[in-house]
């Protein structure tokens, strides 16, 4: 558990360092936008070459592009660019651009409306092809759906590593965790208010807020539903059904309690670092990704290595593998089961806290009502992928991402959640272990 510990307070130190770091990034969307001001204001054939790019002084919601302009027949020159926008980081308005500088200078009014109406159509919208691989109109197709599967694919397989890390350890399973990870998405919203209320000017300042209290939010809820409902329940007795019921009625509880405080509505996130980038194309057609897309990537795929290291090298993985191989002869070599269980709901409730991240900065919108169908996928993914497999969990989740994203875009979106439910039925018959978990007619007893 001390390892454990101070893993977590390794991780805030990092995110506290780079939320002081981040504070000097730009809104990259805001960045193309401005750059493309830059092209206007000069004369076709002009080269331009930007070295600095930097946020507006004197806390204006805006940048500040620094450039060398060289003209047709002209030298090089130095010159700088504001160009000031309505909103902030996650302002509806940070796209509006409502004034530019030039050189100190404000543009005129005439010359403002023209630019913005005539000089800067479509701006963000389109994806130039020149430069870019060429591939076979249906290489491209099938690549596009896997980059854009990969959000769906981090949300669930993060929230089927949360039920494999509570199964593996006690063979229960903590059926709220699609609500807890809603909270988290709340808490994310919650945190981008309070970014914004704050003065945070960089959207990845404001990305960096919005996951602790998502993480920390989620983590809390999963720790005292661990350690008040599923714990106590787990000692007087070796069924599983009464847990079971027991946390239908904490999800519907939570869900409830969200639906009465936070209204029935969607609520939402505007999007940031969405500008696409080109990765390849076949003809007009471009397959892209977005910054955010590969941040969620990296984010995903770098917790499960992190929580694998920790299940592996660390002390806590060590008493976390022990007593779910046997309890009882972990406790009598001092393996503390208070401290285990704790432990485990808390890794368990950062990483349904990452996954309602996720959902709340990518996707935008959250509300109450998706909470159980998230977690009730989520758990076909973990039993698909073994649920008592940690990794296999992941990999089940990535899979049924995949697959959702994939059947949408060739088939009939209406069928998606039949067939998902059907990859689970043929799974428990042909393998009731799931892809990496055992092989065996019968689940063992953890």
């Not at 893993?7 to 360092?17: D, K, N, Q, T």
């Not at 197709?141 to 350890?169: E, F, N, R």
Request: aromatic share 10%; charged share 10%; with cysteine.
């Amino acid at each position: 558990m001390s390892r454990l510990l101070a893993f977590l307070r390794v991780a805030a130190a990092f995110a506290i360092m780079a939320l002081s770091g981040c504070t000097g990034l730009v809104d990259s969307e805001q960045r193309a936008l401005c750059e493309a001001v830059v092209e206007a204001l000069h004369p076709d054939g002009t080269q331009i070459a930007i070295y600095g790019v930097q946020l507006a002084a004197s806390g204006r919601q805006g940048l500040r592009l620094d450039y060398t302009a060289r003209e047709p027949d002209d030298e090089a020159r130095p010159h700088y660019v504001v160009c000031g926008f309505a909103g902030g980081a996650f302002d509806p308005g940070r796209l509006d651009l409502v004034a530019v500088d030039t050189d100190g200078e404000p543009l005129g009014e005439a010359r403002f409306i023209y630019l913005k109406r005539f000089g800067l159509t479509d701006v963000g919208r389109t994806v130039a092809t020149q430069g870019l691989p060429q591939w076979p109109f249906s290489i491209a197709y099938a690549a596009q759906q896997v980059v854009s599967g990969v959000p769906l694919a981090a949300i669930y397989a993060l929230l089927a590593t949360a039920y494999a890390l509570i199964y593996g350890l006690v063979g229960r399973l903590n059926l709220a965790f699609g609500q807890i990870a809603v909270m988290g998405a709340f808490g994310a919203i919650g945190g981008v208010g309070a970014a914004v209320a704050f003065g945070f000017e960089s959207p990845a300042a404001g990305l960096m807020v919005a996951l602790v209290v998502a993480a920390g939010l989620a983590a809390g809820w999963s720790w005292v539903v661990g350690v008040t409902v599923i714990a106590p329940l787990h000692a007087r007795s070796s069924l599983s059904q009464p847990i079971l019921v027991a946390t239908v009625a904490v999800a519907v509880t939570i869900e409830e309690g969200l639906r009465l405080f936070q209204g029935v509505r969607d609520h939402w996130v505007p999007p940031t670092f969405s500008a696409p980038i080109g990765l390849a194309a076949a003809g007009t057609f471009v397959v892209t990704v977005t910054p955010m897309q590969i941040g969620i990537a990296l984010a995903a795929f770098g917790t499960a290595i992190a929580v694998l290291l920790v299940l592996r090298r660390s002390r806590f993985g060590r008493n976390w593998r022990a007593f779910a191989d046997d309890p009882g002869a972990a406790a009598l070599l001092g393996v503390a089961p208070g401290r285990i269980l704790a432990g485990t709901f808390l890794l368990a409730g950062l990483m349904a806290g990452l996954a309602g991240w996720i959902m709340a900065i990518y996707y935008g919108n959250v509300s109450a009502a998706m909470s159980t169908m998230l977690g009730l996928k989520a758990l076909v993914a973990a039993i698909v992928g073994g649920i008592g497999s940690v990794p296999g969990a992941f990999v089940g989740g990535v899979v049924i991402g995949l697959v959702e994203a994939f059947w949408s875009a060739y088939f009939d979106i209406g069928m998606r959640d039949i067939v998902v439910y059907a990859i689970l039925i043929a799974v428990f018959v042909l393998r009731p272990g799931g892809l990496f978990g055992f092989s065996g007619p019968r689940p063992r007893d953890v």
